[in-house]
């Protein structure tokens, strides 16, 4: 939980400063949310989703971490990044119908990250089967959050996105 409440925060504030916002222009607010969301949600959600997984398969081999990084492709991602949106919306005091749109919204074109490309699709299965075959099972969480800070970047990105520019955007053609 401590890693993910520093590295969630880190990550948007990260974002903020590539889109060019000066330190005194950071909002601090948006890194606290991130801080809560990342300490309070994604932590112990992807700690129990590693659980599961190595109680599923405690193989430590090539054929387990693909099984295990394919079933994370097609549940708890999406699930992760549903509750993302939705979550950090509500965090924002948004309506539940404006965090339900939001979901609409950007779900599918955060997978569609470089265009045709999945990025999302592409190269979590890669680093989860490095991460469930060679990392140690006491280490996988830790390292897991290490490679995420970039996603964490991106996701930030994304949320800062209006609406209305993916609505009609290349985001979601």
């Known amino acids: 939980m401590i890693t993910y409440s520093l590295l969630w925060p880190t990550g948007c504030f990260i974002q903020q ?4 916002k000066k330190l005194n222009e950071i909002d601090w607010k ?27 398969w ?3 081999n090539l054929k387990s971490a693909i099984a295990k990084a394919l079933t994370e492709q097609i549940s708890y991602t999406p699930m992760a990044m549903t509750a993302f949106y939705f979550s950090m919306s509500l965090l924002e005091a948004k309506s539940i119908e404006e965090s339900l749109n939001e979901v ?8 569609k990250v470089g265009c045709p ?9 890669f680093i989860q089967t490095f991460n469930f075959s060679v990392v140690p099972e006491k280490n996988r969480v830790p390292f897991v959050s290490m ?8 996701l930030a990105y994304m949320k800062q ?6 609505e009609g955007g290349i985001f979601v053609k």
């Open 117 to 125: 490309t999945f990025v999302a699709l592409c190269i979590w299965p």
């Open 104 to 111: 609409r919204v950007k779900l599918f074109p955060t997978y």
């Open 30 to 56: 948006k890194c606290w949310r991130f801080f809560f969301y990342g300490g309070f949600i994604v932590a112990p959600s992807l700690y129990c989703w590693i659980r599961v997984a190595s109680i599923m």
């Open 17 to 20: 400063k590539l889109s060019g």
């Open 161 to 166: 996105k209006e609406q209305k520019e993916l």
């Open 58 to 60: 405690p193989q430590q």
């Open 147 to 154: 490679c995420s800070l970039l996603w964490t970047i991106f």
